[in-house]
């Protein structure tokens, strides 16, 4: 429809063609529609009276153009979207291009160098073969091309200043040294690189990110755009503490500026022990900041012994080969950074078990490499208002915050002397360590003594940290932290087991107090409330909110709530060599810049990062599914050829506790009690999740066993026999088919074998479910546990009638699972399996509607 002005100057409407606007009209409906861009038909009435230029205008068209406006508005957003898009891959394009150019003609060198070799090797060979064999022997082993090829991979020594001789111009000089090794590192040359396993380039990918190949120590190397100007790349990474959560402590001993502009500094820096079982790391260092002639920006580091900064005491040296960062300027994108880190981290001064924890290279990547490279997205992101948040907290709030728990956690684990920290004498096992903190105090902390948050009395007290660590098989670190996260109840509900009364009670006020737990009066209800997401949802940061009772002295119940600043690292992650950890420490709702944070947790660091796939983690945990998981990742390893024995790793506890003095030694004991606990159904729950290596028990493995095969045929068969109708609604076309149908059935069928004891043998899925178990922890479930009191006065009488007439129906009844939570069932059924022989006499058992 269009308007059409006539001869005596008035609009009208020409139905079929499109409405013209005059340009004061466009001008009134941009005006309007800056101030509304969705208004509602009262709304555009309204607007007809405001403005008489528009009185012309039917509503109808009104409505039409804002639709419109509206339309192309979203049309322009993703426009722009896709050109910054376009751009930020145009310059990823040229980084690759370059990068694998670079590749191409480093493996025309290798190929040519090892066509000569090759001739070295044949005309040696031809030389010698008149010589003694032992000669012969010597003569290939040190000629070999092998090892002229590792002669220069070799750790070429750090050089040192002469006595009394340190001098700008000797630190300068080696300052163009390290600059010279770094270039050659970041440009692909330095170092053979093999990508990082898992980490998949692409436009929304971490970035490129390698790990070094045959080199001394751990070497990792990233390649990355980053939407900031190079200057602010720069500053952000040489801050080293503000985004790398492992990083103590670093200070600049002395620095000094060239005639050409660049800096010369010499850092000391103390890394933290992410475990308790191994020294923290320090390093001295000699970083160099220069902007290169083609005015890329670059910032160098390389250990520097000069004798001025000792190794302190707790702390290993360490070394850090030339590592660094190189800044290419991009257009209107940002900058596209190159990150190379390249560290001897003294894994000989480790436990041995501990040692492929500092010789991975995955792992160096994981922690310090892609950390940097997330940071600087995380800001990016930012400064482009991209982050949305759960709460009022601005990013850079929830930043620091994350930041001072990760931190405060990492100080409760290291227990510095110079913080004040103590070791307490152990009660003769090993197991659990005591570190006491008599500097902290409400004062210190800046926490409130209200009468229900209290932890200090007038005369004085402190923090108590109860710390163990252990090395667990099997488990993935992002399933054990997932399943910690997702059932609190599995690990914090063991407040009062084996504590007297009053070591319950003093301990339960000082976990309330400095590092709330789920315990049994309070962890009946918690309510997660997400802060923020991190840029690719590695880390997670809520605040979870407990509702429940507390006893009050004359014994009523009176409702409390309480809450926890929780992080949790790792849980979606699937790249190789990444930790996992949950940690949560108490607040108050308001989350203050004030509050004080003693936070406990847990942290699972992966020890064999060998195998070049990835878990499959993807499943969501609940109690049974997750238990569940473990025997599917342990068959996705196996398939890709790694053992699944190997898969090890160390898991780090600490919780924190207040205390008071005088009281300090029935908090400890307590402590040390409720901590082995805690470790205790940590193991139980890492042995459920866990495969069992060399089961044929497990959904992947059943349906290739023929004994499993067998017995599913003999259960369906039994069940017509004795029943006279099919078990199964379908008829499965296969063996296989006949077990998934089994396998899927929705009620529970279990069933075991009768020896002198019942011993399970089978459950399917929803089986699996109701005793809350794998299918591999299934046998070493006693068939007592399942019992309730009524139950276990005839405990056989069941299984002996059964075994007398074929079958039984059985009335409703309780049942108990692996974990002693009670299942009720509406009724059940029970039948003989009948075998050709009478080798073996099994019973199995279906449970209809249960429920917990």
Not at 195 to 224: E, F, L, N, T, Y
Request: glycine share 8%; proline share 4%.
């Amino acid at each position: 429809m269009a308007v059409v002005r006539g001869k005596d100057g008035k609009c009208g409407f020409d139905a079929g063609k499109y409405v013209r606007y005059t340009d004061e009209q466009v001008q009134a409906l941009e005006r309007l529609y800056h101030e509304c861009p969705k208004p509602n038909s009262f709304r555009r009435q309204q607007l007809l009276r405001e403005c008489p230029i528009l009185s012309n205008i039917e509503p109808r068209q009104i409505k039409v153009w804002f639709q419109n406006r509206r339309c192309r508005e979203k049309q322009r957003k993703e426009a722009t979207r896709l050109l910054a898009l376009n751009e930020k891959l145009t310059a990823m394009n040229k980084v690759l291009v370059k990068q694998n150019d670079n590749l191409s003609k480093q493996a025309f060198q290798f190929v040519h160098q090892n066509k000569g070799l090759r001739r070295q090797l044949k005309q040696l060979k031809e030389q010698n073969m008149n010589l003694d064999g032992n000669k012969d022997a010597l003569i290939t082993t040190e000629t070999s091309p092998d090892s002229r090829l590792m002669s220069g991979l070799r750790k070429r020594p750090v050089p040192q200043p002469p006595a009394r001789d340190v001098n700008p111009a000797w630190l300068l000089a080696f300052a163009e040294e390290t600059l010279s090794e770094f270039l050659a590192k970041a440009t692909g040359t330095g170092i053979d690189w093999i990508q990082m396993p898992g980490m998949k380039p692409g436009p929304d990918s971490i970035g490129v990110v390698a790990v070094g190949h045959g080199c001394d120590g751990v070497a990792a190397r990233a390649c990355s755009l980053v939407g900031i100007e190079s200057s602010r790349v720069a500053d952000v990474l040489k801050d080293r503490p503000a985004w790398f959560r492992d990083c103590r402590r670093m200070e600049i001993l002395g620095a000094l500026t060239t005639s050409s502009g660049a800096t010369v500094e010499l850092l000391y820096t103390q890394m933290y022990s992410p475990t308790t079982l191994t020294q923290a790391r320090d390093f001295c260092t000699l970083r160099y900041t220069s902007v290169l002639e083609d005015r890329n920006l670059v910032v160098c580091e390389r250990s520097l012994s000069l004798g001025m900064v000792p190794p302190s005491e707790g702390f290993v040296r360490a070394e850090m080969l030339s590592s660094g960062y190189l800044i290419r300027p991009c257009g209107g994108v940002g900058s596209i950074v190159y990150i190379v880190d390249h560290m001897d981290l003294e894994a000989g001064r480790a436990p041995e078990v501990l040692r492929p924890m500092y010789e991975s290279s995955a792992i160096l990547a994981q922690k310090i490499t892609i950390a940097a490279l997330r940071h600087l997205r995380s800001l990016a992101q930012e400064a482009a208002g991209e982050v949305v948040t759960g709460g009022t907290l601005q990013p850079s709030a929830l930043r620091e915050l994350s930041l001072r728990i990760a931190r405060s956690f990492n100080d409760a684990v290291n227990s510095f002397p110079e913080d004040g920290w103590c070791s307490v004498a152990s009660d003769g096992m090993d197991d659990v360590s005591i570190a006491l903190n008599s500097s902290w105090s409400p004062r210190t902390v800046g926490l409130k003594c209200t009468s229900s948050n209290r932890l200090w009395s007038a005369g004085g007290g402190g923090v108590l940290c109860a710390k163990a660590s252990m090395l667990l098989q099997n488990v993935p670190p992002a399933v054990l932290v997932r399943f910690l996260r997702e059932h609190r109840s599995e690990w914090a509900d063991w407040i009062d087991c084996d504590l007297d009364a009053s070591c319950s009670a003093t301990l339960r006020t000082r976990v309330y107090g400095a590092s709330v737990l789920a315990g049994a009066e309070l962890g009946r209800r918690q309510v997660p409330m997400p802060l923020a997401h991190s840029v690719e949802h590695e880390e997670i940061m809520e605040l979870v909110k407990f509702e429940g009772y507390d006893p009050a002295r004359d014994g009523a119940l009176v409702s409390k709530e309480m809450y926890l600043l929780q992080l949790c690292n790792g849980i979606d992650e699937t790249a190789i060599g990444n930790s996992a950890q949950l940690i949560f420490a108490p607040v108050d709702g308001a989350l203050s810049d004030d509050i004080p944070l003693l936070p406990s947790g847990f942290r699972v660091i992966p020890l064999d990062t060998g195998f070049m796939d990835g878990y499959g983690m993807s499943r969501t945990l609940d109690l049974a599914s997750t238990l569940e998981v473990g025997s599917d990742l342990g068959m996705a390893i196996t398939e890709t050829g790694a053992a699944s024995n190997n898969l090890r790793s160390i898991v780090t506890i600490a919780f924190q506790f207040g205390y008071e003095n005088h009281n300090c030694d029935i908090v400890s004991i307590a402590a040390r009690k409720y901590m082995r606990t805690v470790v205790a159904s940590v193991q139980r729950v890492a042995m459920a999740i866990a495969p069992r290596v060399g089961s044929t028990l497990g959904l992947r493995n059943l349906s290739g066993t023929t004994e499993v095969l067998t017995l599913v045929k003999r259960i369906v068969e039994s069940y017509r026999v004795s029943f006279g109708m099919d078990l199964l609604r379908e008829q499965a076309l296969s063996n296989d088919d006949l077990f998934k149908m089994l396998w899927h059935h929705s009620d529970a069928i279990i069933c075991c074998t009768c020896k002198s004891l019942p011993e399970f043998i089978f459950a399917n899925e929803a089986g699996l479910d109701m005793l809350e178990t794998t299918s591999g922890a299934l046998q070493e479930l006693r068939w007592e546990q399942t019992l309730d009191e009524a139950e276990r006065k005839n405990a056989y009488s069941e299984i002996t009638k059964v075994m007398q007439q074929g079958f039984a129906y059985l009335p409703a009844g309780i049942r108990l699972s692996s974990l002693g939570r009670p299942v009720a069932y509406e009724r059940a059924i029970a039948w003989n399996i009948l075998y050709d022989n009478e080798s073996m006499a099994c019973v199995a058992f279906m449970f209809i509607n249960w429920s917990f």
